[in-house]
């Protein structure tokens, strides 16, 4: 079943095709604010930023594969008359956004993969222990967010060792009748895991130009994904963001918008 996406619009000036956003998991389309705005600025273009099904404020279900978040992402489309569109995505988002550009070329003008392959992930990613420490909080009661925040910190970090890891698990954390709970559905995710790990078969490639921009401490997408890529991507670039690990939108900021910019800016050339 389809489900409708809770999405942010930034409005700009040109009618070029919008850049949509697609986070990862665990994420949310606030992830990328304040970088909408300045994507907004430094193209002219309106900028959409969407919350996947199980996440943010969209609705949750029992389903959590790459084609039921990618038609998703394509009923939205439909919705808001975008016949086509730059699909950019981080990590899960990434392998949602590909799945559509394999699925639909003709609605993805053209495709950023942001520290993800169409390959399978190996489970190096510490998902499954992030979500065995959330479910595994305990918060009594009625008390300030700030101390329910701070309880969950104390509790996460004994698993998750990173600080900037925990602070992005909590961003997930709100507040409902006087208890907090998480807004992600970690039990359908805890379910299709494995699913999101991996990445569906395709055999036809998807022909539009293509950025797949690493992360250079992440190993997320290496050297022996290139052969997927080749096959699938055919007209890709392959890009490493110095000093950013797997959340390179966060880590370097300035460099993510400026190397989208130019992905996007090349389009421009390329076409007059």
């Known amino acids: ?77 439909q919705q808001l008359d975008i016949p086509s569109c730059v699909l950019i995505g981080h990590s899960m988002g990434g392998k949602t956004a590909m799945t559509l550009a394999l699925q639909e070329p003709q609605l993805v003008e053209r495709l950023v993969s942001v520290d993800i392959s169409p390959s399978p992930t190996t489970p190096q990613s510490g998902f499954p222990q992030f979500i065995k420490a959330m479910q595994n909080i305990h918060l009594e009661g009625n008390m300030p967010r700030s101390t329910a925040r701070t309880l969950a910190e104390k509790q996460l970090s004994a698993i998750v060792q990173e600080a900037a890891v925990r602070q992005f698990l909590l961003t997930n954390l709100v507040q409902e009748n006087e208890s907090f709970k998480w807004r992600v559905n970690l039990e359908a995710i805890a379910n299709h895991l494995q699913d999101l790990l991996d990445f569906p078969e395709f055999h036809d490639p998807y022909p539009g130009p ?25 007209c890709a670039n392959i890009e490493y963001i110095e000093g950013a690990g797997h959340w390179v939108h966060a880590e370097r900021t300035k460099d993510f918008i400026n190397a989208i910019c130019t992905f996007i800016e090349d389009l421009t050339t390329s076409q007059t």
């Open 1 to 77: 079943r389809v489900l409708t996406l809770s999405y942010d619009l930034y409005e700009g000036q040109t009618d070029a095709p919008p850049l949509v956003l697609l986070h990862g998991l665990f994420g949310s389309k606030s992830n990328f604010q304040s970088i909408s705005k300045a994507l907004v600025r430094k193209t002219g273009r309106k900028v959409l930023a969407l919350d996947a099904r199980n996440h943010g404020s969209s609705p949750h279900s029992d389903d959590i594969t790459y084609h039921a978040m990618s038609a998703d992402v394509r009923q939205l489309l």
């Open 210 to 234: 293509t950025l797949f921009l690493g992360g250079a401490n992440s190993p997320y997408i290496s050297s022996e994904n290139y052969p997927d890529i080749d096959r699938l991507f055919p």
